[in-house]
Structure formats: C-alpha cells, structure tokens
C-alpha cells in the first residue's frame, strides 16, 4: 500500500510539472489512463486538466476515464514520469521541489543562451487605448548573470528583472545582442525565429507545430491566446536568417498554421515564461519539440513533398473514429470504391441506372438497402435521348416517380482520359454535393495497356482521387475477359490486369446461367438469368445472389429457381435449394441418432455426438435447428 502511495504521489508531482495545452491529444489521454492504473480518481485528472480551458470540457474525463478497460500492456506511471522529465522535470531524492516561476524561466535561459550571451528583456509597459505595449527594457546583463539572479531570488521575479505589472506581463528576445541596445543590427547571434498565431485554438496551434515537426528550441504559453513557438533556424548572417524566415513562414501555412508575419525580425520580444499575465501567468510549455536542429528540419520538410500523408499513431478502441456508414448495405460503404463487372449484355448498364436511382431515392437494388443521397452518372456510351430514356424505362418498371432525379453527365464523344476527366469534374462539383458518381463504362477512358499492372494502379489511382476530394463513393463497370468464366472466381473474371479485381473496396461479378436447362414451364420467355458474387473489402461475404433480367431491371428469383443451375464451366453454388438440401441431411442424421441412441425415448448429447462423429456443441446445434427435441441437462427427448 505504501509504494502504491508513493507511485501516486510521484505521478502527481510529474503531473504539476506538466501542462494539460502542452499535449497532444494522445498523450492527455495517457495521462489518465496512467492516473487510473495508479489508483487515482477522475477528478484528479479533471482538476489537472482544468489547466487548459480551451481543452477542457466538464464531464469529458469522467466519460473517458469510464471507458478506459485496461489491457495486456498497460500505460503506467512510468510514461507520464518520462513525458515530464522530457521537458524538463527533474525528480531528486524522490521528493523534487515543484519548479516555479524562477526556475522556470532560468531553465529558459539555459535552453537558448550560453551564460556569456547578453539578453534583452522588458518589465516596463505603457498602455495605449487599453492596450500594454513594451518599453525598450534592458540588453546590458548576460544569460549567466540572470540566471544567478534568478537562483537567489527566493522565488520573488521583481527581485531578479525588476517590478512587474501583473495586467501585462513581460518580454524577452530570444537572440543574444552585442549589449549596445535592442535593435537587428545589435543581435549577435541569428539562431531562431518567432512563431505565433493568435487566430487559431490553442489546441489546434500545438497540434500543427508537433504535426510540422518544427524544431522547437522553446515552447511557451503566452498567458494569453497564443503559443510562441522559439524555432531553431540556426541561420549565418541577416540576409540567410530572412530567406530561412520566409522557408519557415510559407511551411507553417502549407501545414494550416496561421503565423504571425510581423515577428519576422531577429530582434523581435516574445513572452517571457514564468511571468504572471492577468489571472494566468507565461509558462514554458516544453524544450526541445520535433526535429533537432534546421537543417534535419528541412530535410524532412522536402521529404513531406512526396505528397504522402505524415505518420500518425495507433489509438484506445474508445477513440477510433465511426467508420463511413453504409451506401449499399452490406456491400459498400459511403465514400468507398465500387466495380460492378460482366460479361456483353448482362445489362451491366441498365443495373447500374437502377442503383443511381435506388440511392437517388433511398430504396433498395438487388435485395440490398441503399442510403439515400445525390448521384452523379457520367453516361461516356450512350447518346443522350438513349440514356435519359433508359432511365424513364427503368423508373417505369420499378414503379418509382421522378422524385429525387440523378443528375446526368452526357459525355458520349466528349470522352477523354481519366485523369483529364477527374480535373473536369472536380472543377465542377464540390466535396459533399454527391454521395455517389457512377462511370460507364470505363473502357471509354482507359488509357495504356490494360494488362499493365504498374499502368492500371495509376489509373485506378484516380478513382481514390475522385472519392477523397470529393467525399462521395465511386462506382464503375468493366467487362469479363475472353473465354469460360465459370470455373473462375468472381475476381479473376474482369479483363485485363489483377489490379481491377484488387483495387476496389467491393466487386460484384455477374455471370449467366443456363435457363434453357430449367423444365420448359419454368424457363420464361425473354428473360435472362444471372448469379452475382460479391468479393468485399469492409464487410463478411454475402451468399450469392440469383437475379432475373427482365428488359430493363434486374429482380431477384426469390422461388429459388435458379438455385441449382451451375454457370458454364463452372460449379454450382451453395444458393437456396443447396442450402435446403444440407439442412434436410442434418435433419435425416439426427433422426437417425436419435433412434439408434434412444433407450426409452431419451439419449444424451454425449451419446448422439459419439454416433455421428462430432463435438456435442455441433449436436446442440443441430437439435435446435432440428425443432422437435428437447434438451435438459444434457438429457435429449422428443418434445
């Protein structure tokens, strides 16, 4: 019990040295899982994050503490004592006096200067229309003698710097000068450069600097609405220090950080940590953030121009975000990839029209539910009047009204290659505006050898393109290679490369059946048949589905017609009349079992799964699907 007491008190003391801003999402977490695995309270972690106002929400840690279920690998109190002494934190003799404000302002020193540098600072303010401004300050004592000073103040900061207005704070500049005044002309040194936003959250200033891997020489709070990032730019002379500037300026805003502009100069004040400011006070955040010096910094920034996204790290089950909710139910999610392939005239199609218009509507195509939402169909075959009419014919039979229209993209001797394709219609359309795009067919704007696995990856490449700019799910039909597709699997059976049958997040394959070998009375006139089989990527495998083609939609055979029919060359699957045909033999074999078990109309699980060769939980199993016996403490007896 007493080293449980001491890892908390240990705990608690790193956690006073940590601020709740200075963390990314992640690690606040792990602050308290690490707090409940010590045996802490969630309103310990709540008051400690309390820190952080623009955070902080009431209830959330309690909410989040609930949620936290442990594992096999635990987060302990061991990585909140390593975060801590990572900015700073130093434990002596287990019992480590809490770093103040005098501390924490040598340790800034310490961090940026050498002990004979000179620093210029200011305590002295003068307000204007509401407003404190600096004054020039002072630029004559070195880092050494400051933080002597500091080290002899008894905590007291006016006795180190001077008086202090608590309404405004105070100023230091980050480059040592030549101790002749404040100006650019008198800074010594061109190390680092200022970076502040002030019209960002806090949260969303911190996680762009750790997400940019600038290399951070000091982190602070201002006390006010912004972090002043003091960034290592290590630069020779004035001229190289603007041209780094400038690098590092145009980085922060192709990485959504909002910088300041005007703290361009060498010279410029930043907030001084430790400093009271109203009812906050500047406080150094951490030291040495992301990439170690400017020249590893710019190295991985040229490295980020490969357009790939950064690294990011696993997260608690508690915080994994939603996955995209369903288009086709069980089939396809929303924003994902769809290829719907076939052979000539399976009506590829006139499916494809009926599911525009199931998810237009918000019906169902195929026996699978559709969500309801916008849909773009990029007609690249037909003529116009052809595609309209063909979606008036496929309304009519469905007995659906022109309610929610599909918007219609006639590009019938317009068509160009994908790539070009894709830029049009990005340059049309805006993220959310469709739920779905659907192209046919995309033989029309293949371009390069079809075979060609490294050329159909750039130009399947394009479809993600489509789905991650606009945020709406891409469907596309391909057509069958030459030959007998019925001995292969669904996704051998699209022409051309492997890269088809692999990219997409869902692949429906339709091949014909054989009605002609159905009895005559069952084999209707002008109708096709069809089995459709799904290989899915975000959902468990659906059995496959027969399907009657009766110009123009397709109908699922729900009588189980074509459920014994096996495609050319091929094997019959195991549809309804198969599935029927099992569940008779189970029936038959436990009747069986049960009459050569039974000794006065009772037996035991354990004698009939002895009989039939199986466990005795596959005979439970079959005895509930059988109905008609009972079972009770393993004893088994006609109901």
């Known amino acids: 019990m007493q080293d449980e007491a001491t890892g908390l008190d240990r705990l608690a003391r790193a956690m006073e040295h940590l601020d709740p801003a200075g963390l990314d999402y992640e690690d606040w977490l792990r602050v308290g899982m690490a707090l409940k695995q010590a045996g802490g309270r969630p309103e310990d972690w709540a008051a400690w994050s309390r820190r952080d106002p623009a955070r902080y929400r009431p209830g959330e840690c309690e909410r989040k503490w609930n949620s936290f279920r442990g594992s096999g690998h635990p987060v302990t109190a061991g990585t909140v004592l ?4 990572r900015q700073g934190w130093r434990e002596e003799e287990g019992q480590p006096p809490r770093e103040g404000p005098a501390e924490e302002l040598a340790r800034y020193l310490r961090a940026l200067f050498a002990p004979e540098e000179r620093v210029g600072y200011v305590a002295e303010c003068w307000q204007r229309e509401g407003r404190w401004l600096p004054g020039r300050g002072r630029w004559d004592r070195t880092a050494g003698e400051l933080i002597q000073a500091l080290e002899h103040c008894g905590g007291d900061l006016e006795r180190a710097l001077g008086p202090l207005r608590r309404e405004a704070g105070a100023w230091i500049r980050f480059n040592p000068l030549d101790g002749k005044g404040c100006k650019d002309e008198n800074v010594t040194a061109f190390r680092y450069a200022l970076v502040e936003s002030d019209s960002m959250p806090i949260q969303r200033q911190y996680e762009a600097i750790r997400a940019l891997q600038l290399p951070v020489a000091c982190l602070v709070h201002s006390g006010g609405k912004s972090l002043h990032a003091i960034v290592r730019v290590d630069a020779a002379d004035r001229e190289e220090y603007r041209r780094r500037v400038d690098y590092l300026y145009e980085a922060c805003r192709r990485g959504g950080l909002e910088v300041d502009r005007q703290n361009r100069n060498p010279s410029r004040l930043s907030r001084m940590p430790g400093v009271a400011r109203g009812a906050g006070r500047q406080r150094l955040l951490a030291t040495g953030l992301g990439q170690p010096s400017w020249q590893a910094w710019r190295a991985w920034m040229e490295a980020q121009k490969d357009g790939l996204p950064p690294f990011t790290r696993e997260k608690p089950e508690g915080e994994l975000e939603p996955l995209a909710p369903p288009l086709i139910q069980g089939v396809l999610r929303q924003g994902h990839k769809l290829l719907l392939a076939g052979p000539s005239k399976a009506g ?29 169909y990029v007609n690249l075959e037909l003529d116009k009047r052809s595609c309209e009419r063909r979606f008036a014919d496929v309304r009519r039979a469905l007995g659906l009204p022109c309610t929610h229209p599909v918007e219609l993209w006639h590009l019938r001797g317009r068509s160009c290659p994908l790539d070009k394709l894709v830029d049009a219609l990005l340059a049309r359309a805006r993220p959310g505006d469709y739920l779905a795009v659907v192209l046919d067919p995309i033989y029309k704007v293949i371009t390069g050898d079809e075979n060609a696995a490294d050329q159909m990856a750039a130009f399947c490449g394009q479809f993600d393109r489509l789905c991650a700019r606009l945020g709406c799910a891409v469907i596309y039909c391909h057509h069958h290679s030459k030959g007998s597709q019925g001995a292969k699997r669904s996704m051998d059976r699209a022409s051309g490369s492997g890269v088809f049958a692999r990219d997409p997040d869902a692949l429906l394959d339709f091949i014909q059946l054989p009605v002609e070998e159905l009895p005559g009375e069952r084999a209707p006139a002008g109708r096709t048949a069809w089995r459709v089989e799904g290989t899915l990527r975000e959902f468990p495998p659906f059995p496959p589905v027969d399907l009657w083609f009766e110009h123009p939609i397709h109908r699922p055979d729900r009588e189980g017609v074509l459920a014994g029919l096996d495609p050319e060359g091929g094997r019959k699957h195991p549809g309804a009349g198969a599935a029927r045909q099992r569940r008779e033999q189970r029936r038959q074999s436990v009747e069986g079992a049960f009459a050569a078990c039974a000794r006065e109309g009772r037996t035991t699980v354990a004698e009939l799964a002895d009989h039939l060769g199986v466990t005795p939980k596959t005979v439970r199993s079959r005895l509930k699907e059988h109905g008609r016996f009972r079972v009770e403490g393993g004893v088994v007896e006609r109901k």
Request: with cysteine.
């Open 82 to 85: 390593h975060m801590a002494r």
């Open 348 to 376: 590829k199609s006139y499916a494809l029209i009926q599911l525009c218009i199931a998810i237009a509507e918000g019906g169902s195509w195929l026996g699978f539910p559709c969500a309801q939402g916008r849909v773009l």
